[in-house]
T-cell receptor, first 111, second 111 residues
Framework: DSGVTQTPKHLITATGQRVTLRCSPR?????VYWYQQSLDQGLQFLIQ???????AKGNILERFSAQQFPDLHSELNLSSLELGDSALYFC??????????FGSGTRLTVV | AQSVSQHNHHVILSEAASLELGCNYS??????LFWYVQYPGQHLQLLLK??????LVKGIKGFEAEFIKSKFSFNLRKPSVQWSDTAEYFC?????????FGTGTRLLVSP
């Protein structure tokens, strides 16, 4: 157990639907990062939050959004899902730069 | 912008063989460098990291990496691999605000 909790572990949904992925960071970590891992794109950085504020944005589609709540957990919302959104979504947390801990991921399958 | 190149996409070795995985990065500022391992079906685990100081970094499970600033490289090495080292290995660089990964190297160690 890395200390970063992601739920659900698996998610199967239909095209056009909307899903929410949840991440609880390691205790004491203020930063949360979201990554998408797919066979063709590798590990892509999506977005970072620090203590509730968006800090950095990567290759995140407009159909995707995220937020970090006062208790520091974060949610990644994926809408108008397409087959190509099928991937493993990882969350990581850190207290600063250089100490990243990853969760087990949510495997999203869009059918 | 930060970028990371891993030149070996697939590596097949026999047990007890030596391993070296190449990693080159591109970033104009001070970087932190990492190697992560992902065993089948599992989350990313940190093997080792370099922030500053001795450019030869020792990590877990007998892995080490050497930071060569003039070559922008951070190659991963292990003198003698085991079957249990079969996994995917990711080099990553942390610059401003985010951790950027290479495309990964799949290592298969045959018994």
């Amino acid at each position: 157990d890395s200390g970063v909790t992601q739920t659900p572990k698996h998610l199967i949904t239909a095209t056009g639907q909307r899903v929410t992925l949840r991440c609880s960071p390691r205790s004491g970590d203020l930063s949360v990062y979201w990554y998408q891992q797919s066979l063709d794109q590798g590990l892509q950085f999506l977005i970072q939050y620090y203590n509730g504020e968006e800090r950095a944005k990567g290759n995140i589609l407009e159909r995707f959004s995220a937020q970090q709540f006062p208790d520091l957990h974060s949610e990644l919302n994926l809408s108008s899902l397409e087959l190509g959104d099928s991937a493993l979504y990882f969350c990581a947390s850190s207290v600063g730069q250089g100490d990243y801990t990853f969760g087990s991921g949510t495997r999203l399958t869009v059918v | 912008a930060q970028s990371v190149s891993q030149h070996n996409h697939h590596v097949i070795l026999s047990e007890a063989a030596s391993l070296e995985l190449g990693c080159n990065y591109s970033y104009g500022g001070t970087v932190n460098l990492f190697w992560y391992v992902q065993y089948p079906g599992q989350h990313l685990q940190l093997l080792l990291k370099y922030f500053s100081g001795d450019p030869l970094v020792k990590g877990i499970k007998g892995f080490e990496a050497e930071f060569i600033k003039s070559k922008f490289s951070f190659n991963l090495r292990k003198p003698s691999v085991q079957w249990s080292d079969t996994a995917e290995y990711f080099c990553a660089v942390s610059g401003f605000q985010k951790l950027v990964f290479g495309t990964g190297t799949r290592l298969l160690v045959s018994p």
